[in-house]
């Protein structure tokens, strides 16, 4: 037995209380080793002289190792529990204090692992729509220009040219206003916006005021008229909330331009000296955009603004969740103040923060409901469209990101194959619509929410920002029916099917051929991608 692939962490993504009366427990061992894995359990305060046993099986396996997993209800909050693990007829226990050949229940109280006691307020609670949402990202200035008589003055990009990075083509909210309809017949039912706040950019993530629609995409008329209609079609809202950073042009920001160190609002920010050095940036930034000065998050006059700008949106236009920027670089306190005010308004509000890495800090019930899966779309791209892992690393792969989180985390990731921020996946894939459509069909099958990018449905192409950002093409004739046809009966799947939405689900390879099973006692659906990337479903 490797002794030393063994783990186990109590009150993490290894031990977590699902509901106030459910509890997930998991065990790591080697994938190598044959073993059959025991939970031994019982209450807290009863442990030492009444103990129930419960068979553990294999739910996850990576390159390394196998994880076991059990679901159990229990009658008592408080809930103490070790490990039996029999290899060769030979049996070992494993408790705080490590392996052991004999365990002593009379002194467990020392080194069980336990779960205190389930403190409601401590389980993260599922946001239930994400388990099988389907969103639509929306690069609002490139979707398309429904207001005919706005200044049209600032547009400079025909539609249909290649943008750059100074480009205006004059998409709105009232276009997407009008083709809620188009929208709603693909399959989704939550259109997520990059930003829509006052800006000079064309996408906006510098935001010079946060309580005002930008005049190019419309007003806060339209945007209430969007999320009226789109609700009154089942369909749900998701804003952009640009909070790492703002505008130079901010009024705070010129405040201290102008005052320097006498400015009330120069703690706002994290400037090294009296005044903000435009040219030698002497203040933290986005990135090392001179014109995106970084708010200071651990300022509590800040937190305050911020969490007035998220609440006057949330009450004001009655969205539905919000996608949080740049999400990790600002500090867990005020994430953590984030929610109990966003959450205090509608506990079904999703929060979701873009982060491309593990962010299981994040992600503990007490900040975010999900993440960005960046994961999921690295893994696609390695394996659909660079082809630099097989169908038995793939299996690995995902099944490693969901052991990264607990359950609930996992039911609401927003799963995507690019965005504003990458290249095109049908790029990527070199135009292959097959390795396209089985792509989708795997993130419909992945478990969590399944987001399309704007135009991804008529074969969008595009390269590195400003390219993944062209304008969409109307054309109808100019679209392959066939291809949207099927991309339309995959998302419908998975907003529609109770098994992609509260399944369990089972990833493995065999015969080059990658299976995703999702299923619920007896009931089963199963996807396979085989080594032509050509997908099947059996129901």
């Not at 699902?18 to 044959?34: A, C, G, Q, T």
């Not at 006052?198 to 806060?220: C, P």
């Not at 779309?377 to 052991?403: G, H, P, Q």
């Amino acid at each position: 037995m490797n002794v030393s692939a063994i783990f186990h962490n109590h009150e993490s993504n290894y031990s977590f209380a699902m509901e106030n009366n459910k509890i997930v427990i998991r065990l790591r061992v080697s994938k190598f080793d044959d073993l059959r894995v025991y939970l031994v359990y019982g209450k807290k305060y009863d442990y030492q002289n009444e103990q129930n046993e419960m068979e553990m099986y294999i739910k996850y396996e990576d390159q390394f190792f196998a994880y076991f997993e059990t679901t159990i209800e229990v009658e008592d909050k408080r809930f103490a529990y070790i490990f039996k693990i029999i290899e060769n007829g030979e049996t070992y226990y494993y408790s705080e204090d490590g392996l052991s050949e004999n365990y002593d229940f009379f002194n467990s109280f020392y080194n069980f692992f336990q779960i205190p006691y389930i403190n409601e307020v401590d389980v993260h609670k599922e946001v239930k729509w994400l388990k099988n949402a389907v969103f639509y990202q929306i690069f609002v200035d490139r979707f398309l220009m429904g207001d005919e008589e706005k200044d049209k003055s600032y547009i400079n990009l025909k539609w249909g040219e290649k943008p750059n990075p100074k480009s205006f083509a004059g998409g709105d909210l009232r276009g997407i206003i009008e083709k809620l309809d188009y929208i709603k017949s693909l399959g989704v039912n939550v259109i997520y916006l990059t930003p829509i706040f006052s800006s000079i950019s064309n996408h906006k993530y510098d935001i010079n005021d946060f309580f005002e629609v930008d005049k190019h995409f419309g007003s806060k008329k339209v945007l209430r008229e969007l999320v009226d209609k789109a609700h009154y079609l089942g369909i749900r809202i998701v804003l952009d909330a640009v909070f790492n950073h703002c505008s130079d042009q901010l009024m705070q920001f010129e405040d201290v331009k102008k005052n320097g160190l006498k400015s009330k609002y120069h703690n706002w920010f994290i400037i090294d000296g009296d005044y903000p050095d435009m040219e030698n940036v002497n203040y933290e930034t986005f990135a090392s955009v001179a014109y995106m000065p970084k708010f200071n998050t651990s300022n509590s006059e800040v937190a305050s603004f911020l969490l007035r700008v998220a609440k006057y949106w949330t009450n004001e236009i009655g969205i539905d969740g919000w996608r949080l920027d740049v999400s990790d670089e600002l500090s867990h306190d005020f994430w953590r103040q984030f929610r109990k005010e966003i959450k205090s308004i509608n506990e079904d509000i999703a929060i979701i923060g873009e982060s491309w890495h593990n962010s299981y800090s994040f992600l503990q019930g007490d900040q975010f409901d999900s993440i960005m899966n960046y994961a999921f779309t690295k893994s696609c791209l390695d394996y659909f469209a660079w082809e630099n892992i097989n169908v038995e690393k793939m299996a690995n792969r995902l099944n490693s990101i969901l052991i990264r989180n607990k359950t609930q985390v996992n039911n609401m990731m927003l799963n995507l194959l690019d965005s504003h921020d990458t290249l095109r996946f049908y790029t990527q894939v070199q135009k292959d619509s097959k390795k396209l459509l089985s792509a989708i069909a795997l993130m419909t099958f992945f478990p969590g929410s399944s987001m399309i990018y704007y135009g991804t449905e008529i074969k969008m192409e595009g390269g590195f920002d400003p390219d993944s950002r062209r304008t969409f093409n109307w054309n109808e004739g100019e679209w392959d029916s066939k291809f949207m046809d099927e991309i339309k009966t995959l998302l419908n799947i998975k907003s529609e099917n109770e098994l992609l939405k509260n399944g369990e689900v089972k990833i493995y390879s065999k015969d080059k051929t990658l299976f995703v099973e999702r299923y619920i006692d007896n009931l089963k659906i199963t996807l396979k991608i085989n080594e032509n990337f050509e997908f099947k479903i059996d129901f």
